[in-house]
């Protein structure tokens, strides 16, 4: 069943979440193994030290750390600022223990323009008690963004970068031309204009990301549901300047799957979690879908009612879990 332009699907509902849950594999406390790639996906909270170990006990420290949290939520629940950053700081402490030596940390937080934009100055508050070192603040642009007509058009998302020890960075170029001429510079004795001296025809991505499409129901990677989704080209962006291929990158809030997704094309090994069992199966069946088809989500398909029927038809069998030990 396909949805329109205007169906809003939601996995918040009470009615589809009956209805869904009998067909998620993972239930609080389960682990899944991924036989292929090595990848863990698992159903419980960022802030159970128990099932993060259990999560992470089996993979070699992450050189990376990708988390989105739900913006001034706790299990699902609105809170104030501080119980939000309270919480964090449990989750932030767990990234900690299970990154390498040498490792980055990025973090997608909201702030609310209307109300002293929290939580975004206590979290950064919270972060500066801890042992990671704060590398950069970048701004990711939304094409839709919301507003009024009495406010500037709110269009950005953040991403906060931390480091932990000195870890790798490899500088990415983006799709842009570069167009900037008249900046000239002597280099060995030779008086040279700026696009002579450029590695790349197009211009460096800096902490300011316009060049990113916000995913919205008619790009193929969109997941029908997820309405904090984070560009795919943004996730991969991110894992090729903090990581090798090969390396172990940790996501917390699994919600679409991107995070996973983005590792399985990438090379490297994605250790991932969401607590809510429908988001943490979505997870897996993304990656099936991505496996099956090649295809990066289900654009205006609904990847349940559909990839269902496909499994159906091909008779697969539920994936290898591994119970957390509590």
């Not at 420290?61 to 739900?70: F, G, K, M, Q």
């Not at 919480?87 to 937080?109: D, F, G, K, P, T």
Request: include cysteine; hydrophobic fraction near 35%; proline fraction near 5%.
């Amino acid at each position: 069943m396909a949805s329109t332009a205007n169906e809003r699907f939601d996995l918040t509902d009470s009615t589809t979440r009956a209805r869904l849950l009998p067909h998620c594999r993972l239930r609080s406390g389960d682990i899944w193994q991924d036989p292929v790639r090595g990848h863990v996906v698992g159903c419980g909270d960022a802030a159970d030290r128990s099932f993060i170990h259990a999560l992470c006990e089996s993979v070699p420290p992450a050189t990376l750390a990708l988390h989105d949290p739900p913006y001034n939520m706790v299990m699902g629940e609105k809170r104030s600022p501080e119980a939000f950053a309270d919480w964090c700081r449990q989750w932030v402490a767990h990234s900690y223990a299970y990154m390498a030596e040498n490792s980055s940390l990025y973090i997608w937080l909201g702030a609310d323009q209307n109300n002293h934009f929290q939580p975004l100055p206590q979290f950064m508050l919270m972060m500066a008690q801890t042992a990671f070192a704060s590398r950069s603040f970048i701004t990711m642009r939304n094409q839709r963004g919301y507003g009024t007509q009495s406010n500037w058009m709110a269009v950005r998302q953040e991403l906060l970068y931390y480091t932990k020890g000195q870890p790798l960075f490899k500088v990415q170029y983006t799709d842009i031309p570069k167009i900037l001429r008249g900046y000239y510079k002597e280099v060995n004795g030779e008086r040279t204009e700026n696009l002579e001296r450029s590695r790349s025809d197009t211009i460096r991505a800096g902490n300011v990301w316009v060049d990113v499409q916000q995913v919205f129901y008619r790009m193929e990677e969109n997941v029908a549901g997820c309405y904090a989704q984070k560009p795919l080209k943004a996730i991969e962006r991110i894992l090729l300047a903090s990581s090798h291929e090969g390396d172990t990158v940790l996501d917390f809030f699994a919600h679409a799957g991107t995070t996973l997704l983005a590792a399985e094309r990438l090379g490297r090994r994605c250790v991932t979690c969401d607590i809510d069992p429908i988001f943490a199966e979505l997870s897996i069946r993304r990656l099936e879908h991505f496996r099956e088809t090649g295809r990066m989500g289900w654009g205006r398909s609904r990847p349940f009612e559909l990839h269902l029927t496909h499994l159906r038809k091909k008779k697969l069998g539920p994936p290898m879990i591994v119970a957390a030990e509590r």
